[in-house]
């Protein structure tokens, strides 16, 4: 299990058009950040608990913006340099989103 991210110019297509968005990508991390967000209770307030570890989530640039809150408590729980590398790749995209008109940070799950 694993969750990639992918920073999009506009809302992604399906399939290989998705390619034609795609301004920014992580894809070295997608198993440390599974397991981080898989430890989010989905009751819990914010969206990092609804993105879904094995399909895809999208936020937009204002969601981007509401869930950059979320991070900063999941990084003083991790222990592993792993997670913490995740959660700061997550942490550049979010800002990236949410600084970007129209733009989408979809969360590609396995």
């Not at 506009?10 to 399939?15: D, E, I, K, L, Y």
């Not at 990508?25 to 430890?39: C, E, K, N, T």
């Not at 204002?62 to 900063?72: G, H, I, S």
Request: charged share 25%; aromatic share 6%; hydrophobic share 35%.
């Amino acid at each position: 299990m694993g969750i990639e991210l992918e920073l999009h110019s506009r809302r992604p297509a399906r399939g290989k058009a998705s390619r034609d968005s795609l301004i920014r990508g992580s894809y070295q991390h997608g198993d440390a950040l599974a397991r981080v967000l898989s430890g989010l209770h989905r009751r819990a307030p914010g969206k990092l608990a609804w993105v879904d570890p094995y399909g895809n989530t999208l936020f937009n640039e204002q969601e981007a913006q509401a869930t950059l809150d979320e991070v900063a408590p999941l990084e003083q729980q991790c222990t592993d340099t792993r997670q913490k590398a995740a959660l700061r790749d997550l942490t550049e995209l979010l800002e990236a989103c949410a600084a970007t008109k129209g733009s989408y940070l979809w969360f590609v799950g396995d």
